[in-house]
């Protein structure tokens, strides 16, 4: 990285231009990239293998982590999370871009995109508290739904055995609409021509979004699926704040993210703190590097 | 529990007959545009019309109410002009104007790292797709590692190199961080990649532009979309990031309104028993999350045009 900061070698390469002005227009990104990713990558490795004394202390860090008692229960309540909404937000996601792209009506599909997105805008803390309201039995607008089910107050709806899929709901309550706009995007971009061509050779709706749209948008979808992934391992505010609201029905620790701020901050030992962050680091770039491998996703290059 | 209402509702639709009238419908009308609406698209579409809007709605009409009202009264109905002057009042004399300061700070944070993502982001994006320069391989992945790494797994070791160059509690161990987005970058790289005809540039160099007009007069102009799109993701991710400020800013005049309304939360009786004298109502609680969403709504509504016109521009490219 701090090769591609230093000026020189442009004389190197061929044509009229050299590249230090590539340098030039990256310089700014990299200090940042060097301040803001490498730095603290390099301090959560640093801390993850110290003691407090600052001395070598081998995987005891990890070893701390991953014995703590609610460490296991953290990683199974994550990786449920992530599996029902990545499947979820997939299916969904292409599904309504499909259904909206065929959209006769120009006017209603861009509305619908548009109120589709709206909770985006309560990304964080907001979604969260609209959720509160929306699981309580006694102000939802669905309440009578949650009764029917069985579930007549707000304890017993975020019960433990529901929060992934709720967590779920709630994350693809406010992500999903971003990622209609993208995929629609993309679509857009198919060439008319093609879909056409295909309309005529016969072609009905299935076949042209399975053998033509679906094909294309499969660097958009690995796209998404990978910024999700790492989006859903950092499951923080959202647990955090029914937490808070549920007086700890539910747990404080139940994502990693909480244990790891929770190690940090209240237990004290930055040492397992780091261990997680890492540990949280290597999950997510062996994720990253098989689909990025798998996908071609650097077609464009 | 929604899921409960959608899922269902689509499913039970989704039988044989309803299933044939949409094929027959799809094969009568042969230009696509004219096809006569499936209903079973419009019974999806409309199923996740709800699931994305009642919520939306529902809030909006909380603020209008008292706290009775939201128990016992129609959840969709409107309270009165009255109650949502009580309930804006009451918001906003919690602890003297609190409620503004947090906005004034989440505005402060995320327009100063806004225009210093754009200022960083555009050029490396630019550089990455259409220059050639040693590093560039390196500095590409790069960027997509550190985009794929989950930002809240390095909080806790970004407070404590914070802390060591004496940024911790300054406005400024948010809006730096902030500005470093390599997703932004990303973006960038794949539209002038996909959307920039690299023969146009070539052309211009041919004419002596140098590359800094290159940049200057022939990609900026073009780059329109992206830019709108990376200021808009950036600035909505900047407005909403709650775990960040919340371990760095630890003093509650330097809350943004997200971490604001945690504490807001704190002081709800209905979620918290053991709340002390500073209670905030539901309703006042229901309004302050309209305020706090109100400004990235509003920044939604201005770039939309450039979000639906701009994202993978290359469409247009004759």
Known sequence: MSASSSAGGGRVRRLSWPGRAGHGFVAPYVVLLIAFGLVPTIYAIYFAFTDASERFAGLSNFATAATDFRFLPAVGHVALYLLIWLVSLVVLVVGLALLLHGLAARAADRALRFLYYIPGALAGAASAMVWLFMLDPTVSPVGFLLRASGLGTFGQVIAPGHLPILLAVIAFWTGAGGWIVVMYGALNNISADVLEAARIDGAGPWQIARHIQLPLLRKWIVYMVILSFAAGTQLFVEPQLLSQASNGVAGRDYSLNQLSYDFAFQNDNVGSAAAISVELLVVGLVVAGLFVARSGFFDAD | ?318
């Open chain 2, 1 to 318: 529990m929604p899921t409960d209402i959608r899922r269902p509702a689509a499913a039970a639709h989704a039988g044989p007959a309803a299933g044939s009238t949409a094929r027959r419908a799809g094969r009568a009308g042969r230009p696509a545009r004219r096809r006569p609406p499936n209903p079973l698209r419009a019974l999806a579409l409309t199923a996740f019309l709800l699931f994305f809007v009642v919520p939306v709605l529902w809030l909006l009409l909380a603020a209008t109410k008292t706290d009775d009202q939201l128990v016992h009264g129609d959840p969709l109905s409107f309270g009165s002009w009255s109650g949502l002057r009580h309930n804006w009042q009451a918001l906003t004399s919690y602890q003297g104007d609190a409620i503004f300061l947090w906005l004034r700070n989440s505005a402060v944070y995320s327009f100063l790292a806004l225009a210093i993502t754009l200022c960083v982001t555009i050029p490396a994006g630019y550089a990455l797709a259409m220059t050639e320069f040693r590093g560039r391989r390196t500095l590409l992945v790069a960027t997509l590692v550190v985009m794929l790494m989950p930002n809240a797994t390095l909080v806790v070791p970004l407070f404590l190199e914070i802390n060591a160059v004496h940024l911790a509690g300054s406005m400024w161990s948010v809006i730096l961080p902030y500005s470093f987005y390599p997703f932004g970058v990303y973006l960038t790289y794949i539209y002038f990649s996909t959307a920039m005809p690299k023969e146009l540039l070539a052309a211009a160099k041919l004419d002596g532009c140098s590359e800094f007009g290159v940049f200057r007069r022939i990609a900026l102009p073009l780059a329109t979309p992206v830019v709108a799109l990376v200021g808009f993701f950036s600035f909505v991710a900047n407005w909403t990031n709650y775990f960040l400020p919340y371990v760095l800013l630890p003093d509650s005049d330097q809350f943004p309104v997200q971490v604001g309304l945690g504490t807001l939360l704190n002081n709800v009786p209905q979620f918290n028993p053991t709340v002390g004298s500073l209670e905030v109502q539901r309703p006042e609680l229901a309004l302050a999350t309209l305020l706090a969403i109100t400004p990235v709504l509003v920044v939604f509504l201005f770039s939309q045009r450039f979000l639906v016109a701009g994202m993978l521009a290359g469409a247009t490219k004759d």
